[in-house]
């Protein structure tokens, strides 16, 4: 040992080196979970503060993952969709918003022309009266975001209703809420209305190729403004 290292040094490495070929035998014998640490730590004949270290590099691989209260266990840690849509707005940004709702809504938009009940259309053109009537930010977003998953809905599609629903989750993040105020404009208002009206008359009319042209446009009417902001707050910041 050098004259510079520690014991609790040592034994953590020698814990890693141990641990390692430990977590190759129970990857080779199909096992799901390793021993606690107190046992681990009597197998292998060091401290358990040496165990704890050697999980965390072993984590870091990705050889391990622990969950608190249910043990070590072998391998990476599985998905948890729910835990990550659920922070994907932390990840995103409105743009990337944008690029995915153009490759999802104006798709709706043209099954809702096809499949879409008397009872859907009804309900779209009140939930469009609704927005134009909304006076403030809050009643706006909760009557669009409303209109547009009545049009996903009329779909008929349920694995693209999830993906909508996803995506409309991610959206409405506060600060992004906020910033899209700011761009509804009344010139933008009358432009957004009069989208509605024309994205719902051609579903009405079962005009699939007109639904989804007029849905595109209305979301590049969107992208665009959010991308001259964001042009705008760049330049600003410089």
Do not use: C
């Amino acid at each position: 040992m050098s004259g510079t290292e520690k014991p609790s040094q040592r034994n953590s490495s020698m814990a890693l080196e141990r641990l390692r070929i430990i977590v190759d035998q129970l990857t080779a014998e199909g096992a799901e979970q390793l021993p606690t640490e107190r046992e681990l730590s009597d197998t292998i004949g060091v401290g358990r503060r040496a165990v704890r270290r050697a999980l965390e590099v072993l984590e870091t691989e990705g050889k391990i993952w622990r969950r608190q209260g249910a043990g070590t266990f072998v391998g990476s840690e599985p998905a948890e969709p729910e835990k990550q849509i659920l922070s994907l707005h932390e990840n995103s940004n409105m743009l990337e918003v944008m690029e995915v709702r153009l490759q999802i809504e104006p798709v709706l938009a043209r099954l809702a022309a096809l499949r879409a009940a008397p009872s859907d259309i009804a309900a779209m053109s009140d939930l469009a009266d609704r927005v134009g009537k909304a006076e403030d930010m809050d009643s706006r977003e909760l009557w669009d975001s409303a209109l547009h998953r009545a049009i996903a809905r009329a779909a008929r599609n349920t694995l693209f209703l999830a993906l909508f629903d996803v995506v409309d989750r991610v959206r409405q993040d506060t600060a992004w809420r906020h910033v899209r105020e700011a761009l509804r404009t009344d010139d933008a208002l009358t432009l957004y209305r009069a989208q509605h009206v024309d994205i719902i008359t051609a579903i009405a009319n079962r005009d699939p190729i007109t639904a989804e042209k007029t849905m595109r446009a209305h979301l590049l009417a969107l992208q665009e403004r959010l991308l001259f902001q964001s042009a705008s707050e760049a330049a600003n910041a410089d």
